[in-house]
T-cell receptor, first 114, second 111 residues
């Protein structure tokens, strides 16, 4: 069975500082990995994905994530946080080879302080 | 504009009164799914559909039904709602290996 762990319920960071939101996963075969962001009263919005290729993936709004196969991690990062980045972030994984069911983490609330 | 539309956005109802939450997408996506979001539990998949007339259970299907008679629509049906189905519900769609597009959610309160 596939699973995703987001070990931090909340991450606090000062504006202008780098941020990291952690995600580790377990899946059979090659993973398809995604990050989504949720703003209040809205659905999830896609940020970035890793399917194959370079381990460093760049996405929307200046976010990036690094795929680490040996550590089964896919941490979300941004060099300089903005107050407007404050939101709920979800990591998701599904197996390749035709698997259609993604598994989402519990979400991490990112709070960026002015 | 590409979008997934859910209705209603908010609903307060009573135990046992059948309800339907509609979901429609205008992107011709073959894959659609329903999730519920609960505090501390993240998103859990209720049902999914890989194409017209093809549906299957997700992780938490009990108490829910779905149908996929047309490619664009994927309604979620609660035949006899109970208070433990009070939650925030999301519909999503996607094509192939692409990321999912989510609706803005439906907040259900069942008294």
């Amino acid at each position: 069975a596939q699973s995703v762990a987001q070990p931090e319920d909340q991450v606090n960071v000062a504006e202008g500082n780098p941020l990291t939101v952690k995600c580790t996963y377990s899946v059979s075969g090659n993973p398809y990995l995604f990050w989504y962001v949720q703003y209040p009263n809205r659905g999830l919005q896609f940020l970035l994905k890793y399917i194959t290729g370079d381990n460093l993936v760049k996405g929307s709004y200046g976010f990036e994530a690094e795929f680490n196969k040996s550590q089964t991690s896919f941490h979300l990062k941004k060099p300089s946080a903005l107050v407007s980045d404050s939101a709920l972030y979800f990591c998701a994984v599904r197996g390749g080879g035709g698997s259609y069911i993604p598994t989402f983490g519990r979400g991490t609330s990112l709070i960026v302080h002015p | 504009e590409a979008q997934v539309t859910q209705n209603p956005r908010y609903l307060i109802t009573v135990t046992g009164k059948k309800l339907t939450v509609t979901c429609s997408q205008n992107m011709n996506h073959e894959y659609m799914s329903w999730y519920r979001q609960d505090p501390g539990l993240g998103l859990r998949q209720i049902y999914y559909s890989m194409n017209v007339e093809v549906t299957d259970k997700g992780d938490v299907p009990e108490g829910y039904k779905v149908s996929r008679k047309e490619k664009r629509n994927f309604p979620l049906i609660l035949e006899s709602p109970s208070p433990n189905q009070t939650s925030l519900y999301f519909c999503a769609s996607r094509r192939g290996d692409q990321p999912q597009h989510f609706g803005d959610g439906t907040r259900l309160s069942i008294l």
